[in-house]
């Protein structure tokens, strides 16, 4: 289990500053921060089973955003971009998944395309909404996974929040009161959110 990255504002500045490459820390920490959000935001974009695949190709791709400065913070938001990158990956491989079922040709021109880096408004606000989502998702999943919180308490949260179970039946399956249901719910959103805290750009 790795320790919690830096911030993103941190991060980017960091990766945007290493053109060479020479700070794999750094680069590690980013990947590990941002690699299940993608993945997650991947999945709610349409991608299935390559979700994976998408979140590596996405994170090589920033790394040649970052070397080539072609992102820098004052041009708009990082979530953002970083949304509009992936969603036009996961675009592209449906795009060529459909060529290749048709028996047309496919060209991987495409794939050296310059990134855009404006979003028209309309588009920024859903694929915001979106992004904010996969980070919820993932940082619910890096607390219900990754961290030393007790294995009882997960379970109660999984059944009181995720399954949304009456907090009288949790109460009785795990042997506790409800105030312990509610207090379990209360710390564990708490980390969540501290979690989700470190995406803010």
Known sequence: MSA???TPVTLIARMAAQVTGEDEAGW???FDLYQPVIRHFARAAGAKTDEEDVA???????VEVF?????????????SYLAAITRREVINRWQKAQ???EGRHVSLD????????AVPPEAAA???AKWRLAQHTAAMEHVLTRTALAQKSKDIYRAYVLEEK??????KAFGVSRNVVSQTKTRVDAMIADFEAMFRD
Do not use: H, M, S
Not at 67 to 79: A, H, L, S
């Open 110 to 117: 495409d794939e050296d395309a310059p990134l855009e880096l």
């Open 28 to 30: 590690v920490r980013f």
């Open 99 to 101: 060529a290749r079922a």
């Open 166 to 171: 009456p907090i009288g039946e949790v109460a």
């Open 126 to 128: 859903i694929l915001d």
């Open 56 to 62: 590596q190709d996405v994170l090589l791709k920033l």
């Open 4 to 6: 919690l990255p830096d």
């Open 67 to 79: 070397r080539n400065g072609v992102y820098t913070p004052d041009k708009g938001r990082f979530r």
